[in-house]
């Protein structure tokens, strides 16, 4: 069964720092998505990745893929206020489900 | 137009009424999905339609009855609810499925349902 971990859940951070989300998943996987949500709102595709060494940059955030490692990663430089957000790792498995991680609370201190 | 569109955007029903959510489309895509969500928590998927065929049903209880009329519109059929089943139901859309695809999917903005 496939299980997706998202580490860390809750993370505060400063502006103008970089920090690293984790998302680890436990069985091998044609695709992996990120997204963000606002509180109270809906979800926002922010990357999708399908082969291994894959990379995608989007302003600020950048999203790997290592398939051997079962681990992406989303990357954030330089934060700032209006990246404060609830981030999910999402990934497909058998019989082609999405799982998704808990889900990380990104909370950006001017 | 890249929207998703969803309507009731609030839905308060007792545990025997029948209503339905809806969601629309004109983005030509051949991917539907519905998840729940409940607060704090991460979506579920529950259905998933490709090509306007049922292709993923992840066990849902019967109470939930998902329909393709066509492939811009999605609807979701309630029935006899229970009060857990109270949470934020998300539709989305993907142009296709197919293993290998970059489906990106996109959002609608939710439906907030209450079951009494």
């Known amino acids: 069964e496939l299980k997706v971990e998202q580490n860390p859940l809750f993370l505060s951070m400063q502006e103008g720092k970089n920090y690293t989300i984790y998302c680890n998943y436990s069985t091998t996987s044609d695709r992996l998505y990120w997204y963000r949500q606002d509180p109270g709102k809906s979800l926002e595709s922010l990357f999708v990745?399908?082969?291994?060494?894959a990379v995608k940059q989007e302003g600020r955030l950048m999203a790997s893929l290592d398939t051997k490692a079962r681990l992406s990663t989303l990357h954030i430089t330089a934060a700032v206020h209006d990246l404060s957000a609830t981030y999910f790792c999402?990934?497909?498995?058998?019989?082609?489900?999405?799982?998704f991680g808990k889900g990380t609370r990104l909370h950006i201190l001017p | 137009d890249t929207e998703v569109t969803q309507t009731p955007k609030h839905l308060v029903m007792g545990m025997t009424n029948k209503k339905s959510l809806k969601c629309e489309q004109h983005m030509g895509h051949r991917a539907m999905y519905w998840y729940k969500q409940k607060a704090k928590k991460p979506p579920e998927l529950m259905f998933v339609y490709s090509y306007e065929k049922l292709s993923i049903n992840e066990s849902v209880p019967s109470r939930f009855s998902p329909e393709c009329p066509n492939s811009s519109l999605l609807n979701l059929h309630l029935h006899a609810l229970q009060p857990e089943d109270s949470a934020l139901y998300l539709c989305?859309?993907?142009?296709?499925?197919?293993?290998?695809?970059?489906?990106?999917?996109?959002f609608g903005p939710g439906t907030r349902l209450t079951v009494l």
């Open positions: 990745l399908l082969s291994n060494g």
């Open positions: 999402a990934v497909v498995g058998e019989a082609d489900k999405i799982i």
């Open positions: 989305a859309s993907s142009q296709d499925r197919t293993s290998g695809w970059v489906d990106t999917q996109y």
